[in-house]
Every structure is written in structure tokens, then in C-alpha cells.
């Protein structure tokens, strides 16, 4: 199956700094999106993004599905980005293994 | 988009017993999912729930131990059977949009088994 990899595993953040968060996976997608699971479990959705660039705010998010990578950008940090970002590929639902970011205020 | 609601938010169970979660979404989707996440951990594809027919379960996943129906376009539900304490996790219902591939999760369901 699709291996998804997510880098790094763990990130501490001071509030206000800039972050990218990245995922690779090991064949062509047809559907990625970036998720981030607040403290409470809930996950919420960020980016669908296949291919291309968009941007919402603080967050952006790349993927070159030619190069099987994609970021998630994350600038001027807050203490409520806090929690795990998932990337997933849903050819057959693959989850990456998760970033956990702690952002200090 | 699509608002998922998840009944129960939080159980504790007795070793032994079921449990059966329910999973209500506010707008006819094409497809529906069930995940687990286990503590710690990303999430896992248990099935997917099929309308008006027997669920499609990855490997790993049994009928017998997740039953799963899906009686119309819009509700499913989950059933975690004769539980063990390694069936403590999150349960998660998630689904696809008409318009794209796109997918929402449900708060999700947090499992503790004694």
C-alpha cells in the first residue's frame, strides 16, 4: 500500500515563529488533505489539496503530486495551533503518522 | 461541507459487553467510514459503511467484532462487540461529499473498556 511519512514527529514553537510541516508519500493521489486534531480529539479539516497551492489565512499548503510531497505552512503561530496535523492520502485511506505541534506562548 | 454528529461522545464499558455507536450526517453523502484511533496513535480505516448493504472491512477487521450498518444515505452506526480493554480508543465516523472526494470527520466516540 501507500506509505505516508510526516516530518517532524514532534515541533515545539514559541508563538508568533513560522513552521512547515511536511508529508511524503510513496505513489500518485488522487485526494490528500491536511487535517489538525485539536486537544479534544475533533478533527478538523485544513486543506484538499491534490496538487497546487492554497492558502486560508495563517495556513497554506503545497503539494507537487509529481514529487509525491506536500507542506503545510503554518506562520505567526498561535498558542490554539496546538494539537496533531495529519496529512492523509484517501486512494485507500492512508493516514501519515501525525506532526505534534506545541506552540508556547 | 457536512455536519456529523457521534452518539455516544464518550463511554465506559465493562470487558465482555457491546456497544453501539451511531453516526448522523445533516445531508445525503455518498460515502461513509468508520475509523478507529487507538491512544496515541493516527487513524485506521476499519470499513466502509455501504447503503442497504454489507459493509466493505479493511484487513485487520471482522464482522463479527464491528457489525456496521447503514440503513439510509444519511446514518450508520458502528457496534464494538464483546470488548476487551485493547478496544479502548477513539472511534471515528467520517464521510465524502457528493461534490468531491473530500472528507469530514464526526467528533468521534472515546472508548474506554475496564
Known amino acids: 500500500g501507500i506509505q505516508v511519512e510526516q516530518s517532524p514527529p514532534d515541533l515545539i514553537l514559541q508563538e508568533g515563529a513560522n513552521s512547515t510541516l511536511r508529508c511524503n508519500f510513496s505513489?500518485?493521489?488522487?485526494?490528500l488533505q491536511w487535517f489538525h486534531q485539536n486537544p479534544w480529539g475533533q478533527l478538523i479539516n485544513l486543506f484538499y489539496?491534490?496538487?497546487g497551492t492554497k492558502q486560508n489565512g495563517r495556513l497554506s499548503a503545497t503539494t507537487v503530486a509529481t514529487e509525491r510531497y506536500s507542506l503545510l505552512y503554518i506562520s505567526s503561530s498561535q498558542t490554539t495551533d496546538s494539537g496533531v496535523y495529519f496529512c492523509?492520502?484517501?486512494?485507500?485511506?492512508?493516514f501519515g503518522s501525525g506532526t505534534k505541534l506545541n506552540v508556547k506562548p | 461541507s457536512a455536519v456529523i454528529s457521534q452518539k455516544p461522545s464518550r463511554d465506559i464499558c465493562q470487558r465482555g459487553t457491546s456497544l453501539t455507536i451511531q453516526c448522523q450526517v445533516d445531508?445525503?453523502?455518498?460515502?461513509m467510514f468508520w475509523y478507529r484511533q487507538q491512544p496515541g496513535q493516527s487513524l485506521t480505516l476499519i470499513a466502509t459503511a455501504n447503503q442497504g448493504s454489507e459493509a466493505t472491512y479493511e484487513s485487520g477487521f471482522v464482522i463479527d467484532k464491528f457489525p456496521i450498518s447503514r440503513p439510509n444515505l444519511t446514518f450508520s452506526t458502528l457496534t464494538v462487540s464483546n470488548m476487551s480493554p485493547e478496544d479502548s480508543s477513539i472511534y471515528l465516523c467520517s464521510v465524502a461529499i457528493l461534490t468531491s472526494n473530500e472528507q469530514f470527520f464526526g467528533p468521534g466516540t472515546r472508548l474506554t473498556v475496564l
Open positions: 445531508s445525503q453523502v455518498t460515502m
Open positions: 489539496i491534490p496538487s
Open positions: 505513489d500518485s493521489v488522487n485526494n
Open positions: 492523509a492520502v484517501f486512494n485507500k485511506f492512508y
